[in-house]
């Protein structure tokens, strides 16, 4: 009996140390495994290009100076546009004012605040003083923060350890599989790879629909708005498009960027809410028909459980759970069918 417990209790105490660790070191991880996230998606690419009679470091540098140039391009279409429709915005403000007052207060002064009165003037002038305000605020603000403090120290220090951490990883990704496989006890080797690669194929396949998902998502944020006749619908549509591998990030940013020109752009109220409706409808596509057809069926999920893999592992885990559902969704499928395999040939099924 205590032959048999004592093995038990050794792999336990082996595998709850790096739990610990993990639990302790948290605050220290993000940077590291979002550096390994990058990593994991860049590895093929590096791959190929050093399979050419290309040093594997000469690789890693093309492809992480490719991802910036990606990052950068992202930038200078997102920031001037931003920068231009807040100018609009800001010069039809007393007009979007008045449209308000003429269509918005007398509806508010027959239901239930029939003593609101506002004036065009005073607010336009008090929405200037306010955003006075707020950037002599952050003018005081920016030396304190510039001059050393914590929190914006260990934020830059997280994220110029990401590209370096990255970088490592990448250069010595062969290495560090071939470290890991020769730890693994040889009587599970055969069987720890084979699991391995199944889910290293259903990772790659998830990848491959999402990247489809954020590329059929932008041609339709981008068709929409032109046909309801948005200014900057190319970029806006892109923006959106691009970023719905974040869950809500980016229809969020998408109706902010439309809702801005739209109200700068046009003079009725119900063509904003065109806008609206186009990224009403563009949630419901990809989280109900996109998602589930393009990466639920790529790694085997049916749509049903891709929709509660999201609703479960958003509820357990916030946010992030949202953005690790399918992929940790499908590594367990993966364990799941192995443990079904072990089912059909054991003693208890037969």
Not at 139 to 156: D, I, M, R, V
Not at 195 to 215: H, N, P, S, T
Request: glycine content about 8%.
């Amino acid at each position: 009996m205590t032959s048999t417990r004592f093995p038990v209790l050794q792999w336990f105490a082996i595998l709850l140390i790096p739990v610990g660790l993990l639990y302790l070191l948290a605050p220290v991880l993000f940077p590291f495994v979002a550096a390994a996230v990058l990593a994991y998606i860049c590895q093929p690419l590096v791959a190929r290009l050093s399979v050419n009679k290309m040093s594997r470091t000469l690789a890693t540098l093309l492809v992480m100076l490719g991802m910036l140039a990606i990052f950068v391009l992202m930038v200078l279409i997102l920031m001037p546009l931003l920068r231009n429709e807040l100018d609009l915005l800001w010069l039809r403000l007393p007009g979007l004012l008045e449209s308000l007052q003429v269509r918005l207060l007398p509806f508010l002064q027959q239901g239930a605040m029939p003593a609101v009165k506002w004036d065009v003037a005073t607010l336009t002038n008090l929405l200037r003083d306010n955003f006075q305000v707020a950037g002599g605020v952050a003018g005081k603000l920016l030396p304190w923060l510039t001059g050393g403090g914590a929190a914006l120290l260990g934020l830059l220090m997280n994220l110029m350890l990401i590209p370096l951490a990255m970088f490592y990883l990448l250069r010595d990704w062969p290495q560090l599989l071939a470290r890991v496989d020769a730890l693994i006890p040889r009587r599970w080797h055969d069987k720890s790879s084979e699991i391995a690669k199944e889910i290293d194929e259903v990772l790659a396949q998830f990848l491959r629909g999402q990247i489809a998902v954020m590329l059929l998502m932008s041609v339709f944020y981008v068709f929409a708005l032109w046909l309801v006749g948005v200014e900057f619908a190319l970029p806006i549509g892109m923006v959106s498009g691009l970023l719905v591998f974040i869950p809500y990030v980016g229809m969020i940013v998408g109706v902010g960027l439309a809702t801005v020109v739209a109200l700068s752009q046009f003079e009725l109220w119900t063509d904003v809410l065109w806008v609206w409706m186009v990224f009403g409808v563009g949630q419901l596509l990809e989280g109900m028909v996109v998602t589930p057809r393009l990466v639920g069926e790529r790694i085997g999920l049916h749509p049903l459980a891709v929709v509660f893999a999201l609703l479960a592992f958003g509820q357990l885990f916030g946010f992030v759970g949202l953005l690790i559902a399918l992929p940790l969704a499908a590594v367990l499928l993966v364990g799941l069918r192995h443990l079904r395999g072990a089912y059909f040939s054991s003693e208890l099924y037969k």
